[in-house]
C-alpha cells in the first residue's frame, strides 16, 4: 500500500508518496501518479517520513540547504539508481551537465577507453538525461540542477518553468540566465556519502 501526503510549496500542491517507510515519490499537483491500486492518504504528517520530509521541504523553501535527507527509497532500474544517486551529490545552489554526469559513470563503470578526448558520446549524454528524466523524487534527488552542457536550463518533467523557480530560487539565475555551472560534480569530502546513507537502492 502506498501512502501520500499533500504539502502546500511556493510551486504549489506536492504530493508526497510512501511506502509507510521511505520516501519513494514526489508529485507535483495535477502530474500522473502511477503507483499501486491501493492508495492511503494521510491527513496529517503521521509517518515519519512524512514529518521528516515536511521538515526538509521547510528548510528548503526558506532558502537553505536543510543538510540531510529523508528516508528515500525510489524505484527503478539499477543504472537510473546509479544516477539519481549521483544527483544527490550536486551541492545546493550549483548544477553539473549531463554530459559531465555522464563522463563520472563512464569512469566509475571502468569504461574511460570509450570516450574520446574532448566529449562524451551524444547516446551517453542522452542515456544520462533519460535517467535523470525519470527521477521519481525531485526538488530531492536535485534533477533541476542538471543543465545542457551549452549552459541552457534543459528539461524537466514538471515544466521549464518549475526548472527555472528552483535554480533562482539556489540563485543560479540572475536577469533571466544561469550564472554558468560546474563541469563536474565533486565526490570529494563525505557529501556523497552522507547523502547516501539514506537512499536505499
Not at 512524512?50 to 521541504?57: E, G, H, I, P, S
Request: net charge neutral; aromatic share 10%; hydrophobic share 40%.
Amino acid at each position: 500500500m502506498d501512502f501520500t501526503f499533500r504539502y502546500d510549496s511556493p510551486l504549489g500542491i506536492l504530493i508526497l508518496i510512501s511506502d509507510g517507510r521511505s520516501l519513494t515519490g514526489l508529485r507535483f499537483g495535477g502530474q500522473a501518479f502511477h503507483g499501486t491500486s491501493q492508495v492511503r492518504d494521510c491527513g496529517d504528517a503521521a509517518l515519519p517520513v512524512f514529518a521528516d520530509t515536511c521538515r526538509w521541504l521547510d528548510i528548503y523553501f526558506a532558502g537553505r540547504d536543510p543538510g540531510f535527507l529523508p528516508q528515500l527509497a525510489p524505484e527503478g532500474t539499477p543504472f537510473r539508481k546509479e544516477v539519481w544517486k549521483l544527483l544527490l551529490s550536486i551541492p545546493y545552489g550549483e548544477t553539473t551537465s549531463y554530459r559531465a554526469l555522464a563522463a563520472i559513470v563512464a569512469e566509475r563503470r571502468g569504461r574511460n577507453g570509450a570516450y574520446q578526448a574532448g566529449g562524451i558520446s551524444r547516446m551517453s549524454a542522452q542515456a544520462i538525461g533519460g535517467a535523470v528524466g525519470h527521477n521519481p523524487i525531485p526538488i530531492i534527488i536535485p534533477c533541476h540542477r542538471v543543465i545542457a552542457a551549452d549552459g541552457s536550463i534543459g528539461g524537466f518533467s514538471a515544466g521549464i518553468e518549475r526548472k527555472a523557480w528552483l535554480l533562482s530560487h539556489e540563485g543560479q539565475i540572475a536577469a533571466g540566465c544561469l550564472k554558468g555551472f560546474a563541469t563536474g560534480v565533486s565526490e570529494g569530502g563525505d557529501r556523497l556519502s552522507v547523502r547516501e546513507q539514506n537512499f536505499q537502492a
